[in-house]
């Protein structure tokens, strides 16, 4: 089985792309993966910390508005459907996944021309434009939330499968990811972060929230910046580290943080949702307003709607709502169980099998035997 993926930009993108490609070498051992990007986004070095292969092509987002970028946007397009096309050619691949991202589009457009099996898999509840012009030309259509169906027109072509997470997010359960943070059972956890970079008004309204509260603070609080502003806040909230309170630049084992928290603060990009929803942890969810065709608001709301979270929008976000929203929701553990139990009933634990079921019998249909 011979496997291209393409997804980029983000790692919103990306992830998915790694934890499809990785069930398939589990499944297959004999698979052979490449994936395809750009050099501007994270996926070079996300992609090659895992081992696989990757070629880079040129190819670029396009404004809203028509501008001298769309002159160049459109040069850059020429270019990266000419190389993808020369690299599709050269590994002859058996199936071609996009994630979405710009760099998908040359890619999984070639594929589609050229007869060879192809899916895309959209991780938002809004979908993204690439993926939507993309649906017109693939197989089949992959989808995480239910709500992004309707704005799809190829309905015969979608198949509700939800984001692929990495095997390790379920290996871990809650007794042992406390021993390994030095947490006691009985005591709540709230962990707050805003993604790789951090998000300056979260970071902003926290560390207010920690200066104001931190003293009389009793539950445990981890507390990610982002790597970017981490140096700036630890200086300002050094003082206020205690046996409660951790500040960090970044959650690298967040399997075993998300399996020991009891509250999660957090955006609502679709993998962090899957995973909220896949190991029940009810959160309070804060969609970024400057994403596309804000997304991750239809994210948060899809959550909202079901009980499994609390939206706040960055717009309404000052420390003492966030901080009393806190502790009203952990004051509440029979509350907390029941978005515990909703967010479990959202979840989705399968979802590399079904994309892995899908990509066989689409590489079988096309090659019968």
């Known amino acids: 089985m011979r496997v291209l993926l393409s997804g980029g930009g983000t790692a ?27 050099d501007k986004g994270l996926e070079k070095k996300l992609i090659s910390r895992e081992s696989f292969n990757i070629e880079l092509i040129r190819v670029r987002g396009f404004r809203r508005k028509l501008s001298l970028d769309t002159f160049v946007a459109v040069k850059e397009l020429l270019h990266g459907l000419l190389e993808s096309r020369k690299i599709i050619k050269s590994f002859k691949p058996d199936i071609v996944i996009g994630t979405g991202g710009y760099v998908c589009g040359p890619v999984v457009f070639n594929a589609a021309r050229m007869k060879i099996p192809a899916l895309v898999h959209e991780q938002n509840a809004f979908p993204g434009v690439t993926n939507k012009i993309l649906s017109r030309f693939v197989d089949k259509v992959a989808i995480s939330f239910k709500e992004s169906d309707k704005y799809f027109k190829t309905k015969e072509k979608i198949v509700f499968t939800g984001n692929p997470l990495r095997s390790e997010m379920f290996e871990v359960d809650r007794d042992s990811a406390r021993n390994k943070l030095k947490i006691n059972r009985d005591k709540f956890l709230v962990v707050i972060f805003g993604g790789s970079r951090g998000a300056e008004n979260i970071n902003k309204t926290v560390s207010e929230l920690i200066r104001k509260y931190g003293r009389e603070n009793n539950f445990h609080l981890i507390f990610a910046t982002g790597d970017n502003q981490y140096e700036e806040i630890y200086s300002k909230l050094r003082d206020y580290e205690s046996e409660y309170i951790s500040i960090v630049p970044y959650i690298y084992d967040m399997a075993i943080v998300m399996a020991a928290a009891d ?13 909220l929803t896949a190991l029940k942890v009810p959160s309070i969810l804060i969609p970024s307003p400057y994403v596309t065709a804000n997304h991750q608001e239809y994210n948060a709301r899809a959550l909202e709607k079901k009980g499994a979270a609390v939206v706040i929008l960055e717009k309404n976000l000052y420390p003492d709502l966030l901080y009393n929203q806190i502790l009203n929701l952990i004051s509440d553990r029979e509350h907390l169980k029941k978005m515990s139990r909703n967010a479990g009933e959202i979840g989705i634990t399968d979802a590399a099998d079904k994309i892995y079921v899908m990509i066989k019998e689409l590489i079988e249909n096309k090659n019968p035997h």
């Open 263 to 275: 509250l999660v603060v957090c955006r609502a990009g679709a993998m962090t949702i899957s995973e």
């Open 12 to 38: 919103g993108h990306i992830n998915p792309a790694i934890s499809i490609a990785k069930h398939i070498v589990n499944k297959n051992k004999d698979a052979k993966i490449l994936f395809i990007g750009t």
